[in-house]
Every structure is written in C-alpha cells, then in structure tokens.
C-alpha cells in the first residue's frame, strides 16, 4: 500500500545533524556538482544506519533539483583513520547513498603503515570498490585541490570556503520553519476565505452586526498573522545575506544562495496571497456593510413607519372642532403642539428617506428594496401634512366663527347692560329720554360689526365644522341676537312715545252770537280774563293725562326691571363661569407643561449628562401624583366644566360629581415637604436651568410646582363668587353644598399634612379610623396612681399637646421646634399616648374657665383636662366626641335589644295575675324605645348635674340630637398648617378625692354631682349580679337566694315587677324592685347597676354591698378594638 512519506526537516533530525559525521558545505565541483564532506569523525562506524540514512537523505534533498541531477561529489577523509576503517566507510556509503554520485574522493590515511595497507588492498582488493563511480584514493590534500578548487573547500580541507555548521544547522531550522509557517497561513487565509463565502448574509441589525464583528476579528488576527510571518521572513533574509554585510569581498555559497532564494521566493509568495486577501476581504466588507446598511435601513424604517401610522391615529382623533372660542384656541394649540411633536418622527422619515436615495446613488446592491420604501415614507409625509394642514383649516374656521359668536354674545351682554343700566326715572322725561334713544341708536349701529347678519350664510361659510351641538350653539346665539334686538326695539318705541313733543291742548270755543253783536270789540281786561280761564283748564287737564300717560309708559318699565337684573347676574355668572374655565385651562396647560418639559426630560439620555446625582430616580418624588393630577382635569374634569357654559349656575353638579377625584390632592399635598426638600437640595442642577431655557419660562421649576395647590384652594374663592349671583338660581342648593365639599377638602388636606408629621407611633395610624380633628391645647394630667409630689406637680404644670382625634382613639402628642424654609419649616408631632375610645369619658364643663374639659377613663383613674384656645374650638371638639360616643352606644344597645327580644321568647308567664310577660315585653320594647328617642334618657350620656340643671343658655344640649351635619363641614383647627400659638391656661380646679367612675347610666361623667354632695337616682337595668347579703329570712314567694349565687335580671314588668333568674340554683320568679334592691344593694352609696350588655363590675362603696360579675371597669365599652 503506498503511503507518502513527508520530507524530512532539520527539526526533526536535529541531534543527528549536529554529530556533523557528513556535512553539505556549499562547495560545488568543476561541473557544479554539489560536494558533500565526510570529515574525520572516529565513531563513524557507530553512527546507526537509521541515523545515517536519514542525515544522507536530508542532505542529498537540499540542493536543487537541477544540481542535483548533475550528482554528488563525496569528499571523504580518512587521513587519521585506520584502513579497515575506510574501507567499511566506503562501502556503508556506497550501500546506502540515496542519490546520484559523481565521484568519490578518499584522503586515505597518511601513517606509513596505513598508507601501505591502503595500497596492498586497492591492488589486490580492487573489486571490492567496483562502484558505479570512480573511487579516488588522495594521498594528499594538495592532490584533492586537482579535482575541486580551494574555494569550494572547507578550511579543514586547505580551502577557503567559511562554512559554520551550526550556523548552517539554524539556517536550514528557520528556513523550513518560515517555510511551513507560509503552508500554515496560505491554509488559513483559503479556510477563511472559503467561510466568507459560504456565510448568509443575516436578516436583522444584529445578527449583521454580530457577523461583520466576528469575520473582522478573524479578518484582523489572519493580517496579525501574516505580518509575523512577513517580519520573520525578512529577518531570516537579512541573516542569509548578513557575511556580505561583514566583508565586503566575501559572495554567498551556492547553498547560501539558494537559502536566500527559496526565503525571498516565499516571501513573494506570502505577500501575493495577502494582496489577493485583502482584495477578497475588501468586497465581502463591503457586501456585509451594505447589508448592515439595508437592515437598519429596514428597522428604521419599520420603527419610522410604525411611528407616521400613530402620528396618522392620532391626528384621525382630532375630530373636535371645540365648543368656544377658547376651546377652539386650545386645540389650535394642542395641534401645534402636537405637531411640533411630531416634527421630529417627521424629520426622521425625511432624513431615512434620504438615506435611502443615497444607498441607491452608491449602487447598492438591494436597490429593489430600498426605492419602494422611499417612496412610501415620502407619500406618509405629504399625507399627514395634508391633514394636518386640513385641520388646521377646520380649527380656523372654527376659532372665526366662535370669535363671530362671542362677538354677538357679548354685543348682546353689552345691550343687555345698556338697558339694565338706563334709569327708568330719567328717561321719563323728554330729554332723558332722547338721550336714553340716542345711547340705543348708537349701539345698534356697532351691531354691523358684531352681531350675526345672516344665518343662512353662516350655515353656507362654516357647513364643514357645523357640528349638532355647534349648530345648535349658533342658533341659541341668533336668537338670543333676535331677542336682544327686539328688546331694543320695544325700548326704542317707548322712549320714541316718551320723547315726543307734548303739544298744548287748545279747545275751539264758539262765540255766542249775543255776545258779538253786543260788544264786537271787547276790553283787554275781559279777554285776559277769558284767556286765563282757557289756560287754567287746559293746564289742569294736561298734567293729569301726561302723568297718567307716563305712568303707563313707565309700568313695564318696571316690570322689566327685575328681568334686567337677573340679565345682570347672568352676565356676573358667565364672566365667573369663563374665569372658572380660563384659569382650568391655563392650569392644566401649565401642569402638561411641567411633565413634559421637565418630568419627561428627566428620562431623555440626551439630558442625562445633566441630571445631578440627588435627582437621579427621583421623579416621584419631584412630582408626585402631578400626572394623575393632570390626567383628571384634562381628560375628565375640563371637559365636564365645559358643559355647563351655558347655564354657569348649575356648576356645582360637577363639582359634587367628582368630588371624590379631588382626594387626589391629599397624596400631591402630603409628597409636598418632599418635593420641596429635594428642590432645595438640587435648584442649582445644570438641568433645571436647561429645562427652564428651552420652556422659555420666566419663573423656576418650584413655582409650578405650587400650582396644585393653589389650584386646589382657587375653585372656593370662585364657587363662593358664583354662589352670591346665584341666590335665587335652581342649582344655588348645588353650588351651596360644592362649596361645603370643597372646604372639606382643604380641612382633609390640612388634617393629613399635621398627620403625616406625626413620629414615634408604633402602630398604623390608618388603623385608628378617619381622623376627626387634630389641634393645639394646655393639657393637665390628674391620675389617681402615682407618687402625690408627680401628682402636684402634673396637676399645676400644663403641658403643650397637639391632639389628633380618630373615629377609635384620641392622639396626644409634642409639637416639636419648626426648622429650616419653606415647606420644611413645617412642623413635627412626637408621639406622646393614646386614649381608646371606647373607654374614654368626657365631663364638658371644667370650674374656672370655659376653654376648658376633662377627657379621662379606667373609672378617673387617668384624667386628662384639656384647655381649648377658645370657647368655640372646645364646643366643636366636645360636640364631636360626644357623636363618637354616641354612635358606640347605639351600636352596643341595638345588640342588647336584640339579645333582649331573643330572650324574651323563651320567658314563662309571672306569678301574679293579671300580668303577662308578653304584656310586660311589650311595655320593656316600648319603654326601650322611648329611651332610644328620647334625647334625656340616654343611658350613660347625661350625667345627673346636667338632668338636673336646664342647660345653659347659648350653649347646646350635650343630650340634645344634632343639628343636619354639613357636607364636608369644616371642625378641626382652622389654624394654617404650620402656624402655631395658643395663649397659655389657667390652672384648673382640684378633681374629686373618692373613687369616682363611669357606668352606662353615666357616660360623660358624674364628677359634678359628686363635687356639688349629690348623687342621682339610680335604677335596676337588666343583667348579672353576685349577690353579697342573703335573705335570710327568704321571700314570700320561697325565691331564696344566699350570699354569693348569681342572680341574672331580665326584664322589667308590670307593678314594678322584675323577672330574676338563679343561675346557681335555677329557680326563676318575679320580684318586686323594692325587694330585689335590698337583697343586690343595701346600701345607700352604692353607685349603680350595669347592664349585662356591658359586663361593667358595680360596686358598693364602702360597705361592699354588691359585686358584679363583670371583668372590668370601663365606661360605654363596645367590645376590643
């Protein structure tokens, strides 16, 4: 089987080549043979035939072909070695020699001995040499300069050839090296180019991407690889050619030269196959750029594309063509805007477009592809300017014919006015009214200008935006114009009859014929007379009928008047209206400004070089719920408030209608502090100053900021001016009740700022309830427990307590010292404790200063007096307290009634005749609720002082039922957040010594009744008792109770009879009051009892007559919370 057989290379016979037992000095013979030298080496005959034929085939390989043809001369040299030692030499050689010979040259050895033995065996042994060469034996060196010349000779031969064989030796490594090195390149640079070709070009950006990087970086380490080669090729030639830079003189052997001739020939070589490289490499650079090119000209123009169809969308939304002149504006604004927006998707479709144009210039080979999407872009361009053109058009006209509109509007208002303000009394004399006729006749003449000519003709000019509700909008005006005119034309004819001449009455008077004849010529005195006579009559009669003729002229004058006036406030209500929607959007313009100038900006990378560190992601808190802010009032609440143009007087529907939205303030309001704070912080942002520049905006960013809030306190101020000409409206009761809400808004909001400041507190305060009212006050403590100096000392000193009242616990807390500007100036609430409310009590009058009143619980033990800054802050907040507790006690007696009517079912019939526990059922459910309506037996609410005392006078009843509460009706502490000052208390009376506390027959307190020796009459209430003091005697009825059984009380009956029940020993009967009292509680100063409703523990005072078997003390306990 044949098999190649790589040539060999120094490298790989290094060691054998450097025993140098046969050498190749470069020396050639007459003919140009090659001579290969076998120098004197001793071991000769030990060299292993495998090394020896390698070393001789390596070396016969080296020459070229041509020299090699020619054969080899071997120049062996024995002159120090035995006979037997040449002759095995000679013939080793002659067995093994791989190529052609030429001539054998033997130096035999030069020893007298040797030199004979050498000639006996050529004579008698000549066959043995018989070789296809000559075998030449030399006697001499001088002999062997007869067949090849000194200068193809070594030195050690007595020629003159530099031969260096470990020079030789790393010649022969680095030139096979570089040699191979230019294979291995040749290889790779073929493999790599075959990979370019068969590559697919990819069909996204970066993919595309990804394959130029990765072919560029082969591209880039096979050019790193064959400048090596290149660098080592040249070093290599330059050391080949490095004797002739010694001296001068010296040329190369024919070996030397033929090294530097295969070396400059594989340079060549390697610097054809880098130029056909770097012209294959150019194209397909060039074909996976295109193709990069037509694949992000492909995404951009899907992404443009994608961007012109929404910008298409949207401009297909602006179908409004608005309702009024400012609406119209706005959206003429909106559209600028918008497609000042949009000038940027635009200009990229233009600028891609144009990309596109110069890809195809460049002959680029997808030129197919490219020219349709050019020409699409530019026909998506022209048509969204067309349209945006059309609707500007559209917003023209409409923003002209709202502008006619207003014009006759106000032309009207202002006709309206003339009329209203026209002095009836004046204008009932002739020139008042020729002056009056001549103010009407000269503002009709301004009615060319203003007022509409022709409807027809504005139907004909404006049909393209005539919407339904436009068209009815135009006619409401025309006929409005219509109206007016026709008041003037009343106006005008009455002040006409009014200005007319009043021409004297002269009546005919026929002369009597007698009176002719007999005096044709009468006196002066008698025509006097009768002249003065005439004139007197007539004037008697003139002035009758022109005051009569006046006063009808003038009635409907007067009549008139009350419709002008209530034209007036029409004309106050609009103007309010219009401020209302002017100032709405201006606001929201103004909010949509900030989020997009500054808001939006903050995400933009273009400005992210100059965000500061503090700002980086905190746009939250910058801006808090702005966004949520703006959406409202641009999407929703603008809107709504455009709908009521025409009749402003109903506003406040819209108000109430999205009065629950409003809370949306109370999250901006309480993110305020924040905001503010990080202003301060980073004002001086290079960011806040661009953002500011490109706005145009005189003010700074915090301004607006501030803009919600002052929004949000406006819409008060312009309901209450609405609410004053709209007294005698039908939507008075709407705009009433908008503005109560609105109110407690700004009271919602105020509250939470003081909340949020609240610190310390280890709960969650939202677990409290709604917060009720919150306030500064002097508070004394008066606790029962504690050391009596504490005590002295609490009870004299007051303490400064901001008090935060929730629906289930009363706050008392430090106000602390304010710091810093503005907004961080506010102040902060350390948590101090915290009452429940279902165990608290209130006493509303405390001795020597109405400010004051006592908030205590656990039967006194813990009391609290409490001075309000003013009589009117402590009625307020006693008035609410006293509404908590009462809602915790109906909700506790409607579960005792029920649990009273289950039981009631199961009763058995009493003892006594005549009554029935249906019956006596019946009168306890009636009894219970007359208890329930009547405002002076509420069970623990009055205490006795105050049933036995009328109330006072201006001040309520603290059992009479409230008043219709208002919506939203302010009651905290009206005082701005922020303010503080309360003037100081007076020291407050010293409380009662004895164990005073509260049942549910006393929810306020009894303090007053213990202070003044008196104490209220108390009453059985059904429930659980422990009896203490037995009948011993036992009751006539054998219902026997002893010390210590429990008793339960179920209801009252007829007579005075209650129905008991032992639970120890399960006997039941009807028990007279009187009876059922001595045996619970014999004595006098026991306090009461509780109901089972309750479970409050009664005790006896003193004697220790009756214990309940209640856990606690507690007063009007609902149950844990």
């Given at each position: 089987?044949h ?7 120094a490298?790989d016979?290094?060691?054998?080549l450097?025993?140098r037992?046969?050498?190749l ?6 003919d140009?043979?090659p001579?290969?030298t ?8 030990d060299v292993p035939d495998?090394?020896?034929?390698n070393v001789?085939t ?8 041509q ?8 120049v ?6 035995k006979w037997t030692s ?5 013939l080793r ?9 030429r001539?054998v040259?033997v ?8 030199r004979?033995?050498?000639d ?9 040499f018989?070789?296809k060469?000559?075998?030449?034996m030399l006697?001499?060196?001088?002999e062997?300069h007869?067949?090849i010349?000194k200068?193809?000779l ?11 064989h470990?020079?030789?030796?790393c ?5 096979e ?14 493999s790599?180019?075959t ?5 697919e070009?990819?069909?996204?950006v970066p993919?595309t991407?990804?394959?130029?990087c ?5 591209k880039?380490?096979a050019?790193e690889d064959?400048?090596l080669a ?12 490095e004797?002739l830079?010694?001296?001068g003189?010296q040329?190369l052997?024919q070996?030397?030269?033929?090294n ?18 770097d012209?294959?490499w150019?194209?397909?650079?060039q074909?996976l ?7 992000q ?9 994608a961007s012109?169809d ?5 401009i297909?939304?602006f ?12 959206l003429?604004?909106?559209l600028?805007s918008f497609?000042?927006k949009?000038?940027?998707?635009m ?8 990309e596109?144009?110069?890809l195809i210039?460049?002959?680029h080979?997808?030129?197919d592809?490219i020219?349709?999407?050019c ?9 969204f300017?067309a349209?945006?053109?059309r609707?500007?058009e559209?917003l023209?006209?409409s923003?002209?014919l709202?502008?006619l ?10 006709g ?6 026209q ?6 004399s002739q020139?008042g009214a020729?002056a009056?006729?001549?103010e009407?006749?000269?503002f009709l ?5 203003n007022k509409i000519?022709?409807?027809s ?11 339904k509700?436009?068209m ?7 006929q409005k114009?219509e109206g ?5 034309h ?5 002040l006409?009859?009014l200005a007319a ?9 026929a002369p009597r014929?007698?009176?002719l ?6 006196s002066?005195?008698?025509r ?12 008697r009669?003139?002035?009758y009928r022109?005051?009569?003729s006046?006063?009808?002229?003038s009635r409907p004058?007067?009549?008139?008047s009350t419709?002008d ?7 106050l ?5 219009n401020e209302?929607l002017?100032?709405e ?5 103004e ?9 939006a900006e903050?995400d ?6 100059l965000?500061s560190p503090?700002?980086?992601?905190k746009k ?6 702005m966004?949520e ?8 609440f603008?809107r709504?408030?455009e ?11 819209c ?10 303030y109370e999250k901006?309001c ?8 990080l202003?301060r912080?980073c004002?001086?942002?290079?960011f806040?100053q ?13 301004s607006y900021?501030?803009k919600p ?8 101020l ?6 004053k000409y ?8 709407h ?5 109560s ?12 700022m ?6 310390g ?5 939202s ?14 403590t ?6 009596s100096?504490v005590k002295?000392?609490a009870?004299?000193k007051?303490?400064?307590?901001h008090?935060f ?13 304010e ?8 102040p ?11 165990a608290?009590g209130i ?10 009143f006592?908030i205590?619980?656990?039967g ?9 800054p ?5 009625a ?6 006293r509404k908590v507790?009462?809602?915790q006690?109906?909700?506790?007696r ?13 009763l058995p019939?009493p ?16 009894k219970l609720?007359?208890?329930k ?5 509420l ?16 001040r309520a009843?603290?059992t009479s039922?409230?008043k ?10 009206p ?14 009376s ?8 509260s ?6 307190n ?7 020796g008196?104490v209220g009459p ?8 422990t ?17 210590g059984?429990v ?6 009956g ?5 129905y ?5 020993s ?7 009051a009187?009876s059922l ?16 409703e309750?479970h409050?523990?009664c005790?006896a ?11 606690r ?9």
């Open positions: 089987m098999r190649d057989i790589s040539p060999l290379c490298a016979i290094q060691d054998q450097k025993k037992f046969a050498y000095s470069g020396g050639r013979g007459q140009g043979s001579v290969i076998f120098p004197d080496y001793p071991a000769f005959s495998k090394e020896f034929q001789m390596y070396l016969t390989s080296i020459p070229s072909l020299d090699a043809g020619i054969g080899f001369i071997l062996i040299d024995r002159r120090q070695d040449v002759k095995a030499s000679i050689i002659a067995a093994s020699f791989p190529a052609n010979l001539l040259l130096l035999r050895p030069t020893g007298l001995l040797q004979t033995l050498s006996l065996a050529l004579k008698f042994n000549r066959d043995d018989n070789m060469v000559p075998v030449i006697s001499s060196v001088p062997l007869g067949y010349d200068s193809q070594t030195e050690d031969l007595g020629g003159t050839l530099d031969y260096c470990t020079r030789w030796l010649h022969r490594t680095a030139i090296g570089f040699a191979l090195m230019v294979k291995q390149t040749a290889q790779m640079l073929q790599f180019g990979e370019l070709a068969e590559t070009l990819p069909n996204d993919s991407n990804s394959v130029l990765a072919h560029t970086e082969k880039d380490k050019k064959m400048k290149l660098d080592e090729g040249r070093s290599l030639l330059e050391n080949i050619r004797p830079g010694k001296c003189e040329s052997n070996d030397q030269l033929d530097q001739t295969t070396v400059q020939r594989l340079l060549d070589q390697l610097t054809e196959t880098e130029a056909a490289f012209e294959f150019a194209k397909h650079e074909k750029r295109q193709c990069l090119q037509l694949r000209f492909e995404q951009d123009f899907r992404e443009v594309k012109l929404a910008l298409a969308q949207k297909a939304t179908t409004d063509v608005g309702n009024s002149r400012a609406h119209a504006e706005h003429l604004k909106d600028a497609e000042d949009s000038s940027a998707s200009e990229r479709a233009r600028g891609l477009s144009l596109g144009e110069q210039d460049s002959k080979y997808a030129v592809s020219r349709p999407k020409h699409e872009l530019q026909h998506l361009c022209e048509q300017v349209e945006v053109e609707r500007r559209l023209s006209k923003l002209e709202h502008h509109l207003e014009a006759s509007m106000k032309w009207c208002d202002q309206i006015y003339l009329l209203a303000s002095p009836v009394d004046k204008c009932q020139d020729e009056a006729l001549q009407i006749e000269k003449e301004t009615g060319a200008e000519q022709e409807l003709k504005i139907y004909q000019d404006y049909e393209s935006i005539l919407t509700d436009l009815e909008h135009v006619q409401k005006v025309f114009q007016m005119e026709e008041m003037f009343r106006r005008q004819a009455s006409k009859k001449k009043q021409m004297r009455p002269v009546q005919p008077v014929p007698e009176a004849t007999k005096s044709p010529c009468p002066p005195g008698s006097r007379g009768s002249e003065n006579s005439s004139e007197g009559s007539g004037l009669r003139g002035p022109r005051a009569k006046e006063m009808s002229e004058g007067r009549s008139s419709g006036e209530e034209e007036g406030l029409a004309i209500r609009r103007h309010v209206m209302l002017d100032t959007r201006v606001y929201v313009e909010l949509l400004c900030v989020l997009e100038g500054y808001a903050l933009n990378p273009l400005m992210a070089h965000v503090g700002l980086q992601n939250d808190v910058l801006f808090g719920n966004e802010i703006y959406h409202f009032h641009n999407r929703i603008l709504e408030l709908g009521y143009t025409d009749c402003p007087e109903l506003v406040g529907r108000f109430l209608e999205r009065m629950e939205e409003f809370q949306i901006y309480q993110n305020k502090p924040r905001s503010e704070s202003w912080q004002s001086d942002s290079p806040f661009e953002c500011q520049r490109k706005l145009d905006h005189k003010l700074s960013l915090d900021l501030l809030v002052q929004r949000i306190t406006k819409y008060q312009l309901l209450k001016e609405m609410l709209s007294r005698s409206c039908a939507g008075a009761e705009l009433q009740e908008a503005l809400s609105i109110l407690g808004v700004l009271k919602t909001v105020n509250d939470s003081h909340l949020i400041a609240v610190t507190y280890d709960g969650n305060l677990e409290l309830g709604k917060l009720l009212m919150q306030g500064s006050f002097s508070v004394w008066d606790h029962k427990k504690g050391h100096k002295d000392l009870r004299f007051p303490m400064q307590r008090l009242l929730h629906e289930k616990a009363v706050l008392f807390c430090k106000r602390r010292e710091s810093g500007e503005g907004y961080e100036k506010a902060s609430y350390s948590y101090k404790q915290s009452l429940n409310m279902a608290v006493t509303e009058s405390v001795k020597g200063d109405v400010r004051k006592e205590w619980c656990n006194r033990e813990e009391v609290y007096i409490v001075q309000a003013t009589p009117e802050v402590k307020a907040w006693v008035s609410e307290i507790l009462t809602s006690l109906q909700a506790c409607e579960a005792s009634q029920h649990r009273a009517l289950e039981q009631s079912q199961s019939l003892a006594p005749p005549g009554t029935s526990p249906s019956k006596g059922t019946t009168r306890n459910i009636k609720e007359e208890r309506t009547d405002p002076l037996s069970e623990g609410y009055v205490s006795p002082t105050s049933l036995l005392k009328p109330p006072e006078k201006g009843s603290p039922p409230d219709k509460a208002k919506r939203h009706e302010v009651k905290s502490d005082t701005p957040f922020g303010v503080r000052g309360w003037t100081k208390t007076s020291q407050p010293e409380a009662p010594e004895d164990d005073g506390w049942s549910a027959e006393e929810l306020i009894s303090s007053d009744a213990e202070e003044e008196r108390r009453k059985l209430v059904p429930g659980k008792y009896v203490v003091l037995g009948d011993e005697k036992g009751s006539p009825d054998a219902f026997a109770v002893r010390s059984d008793v339960e009380v179920v209801q009252e007829d007579e005075g009879l209650w008991v029940r032992n639970l120890t399960s006997k039941e009967s009807w028990v007279p009187s009292a001595s045996l619970l509680c014999t004595s006098g100063s026991a306090q009461c009892l509780s109901s089972s309750q409050v523990v005790t005072g003193r004697s220790g007559a009756l214990r309940g078997t209640g856990a003390q507690t007063h009007l306990r609902t149950g844990p919370w």
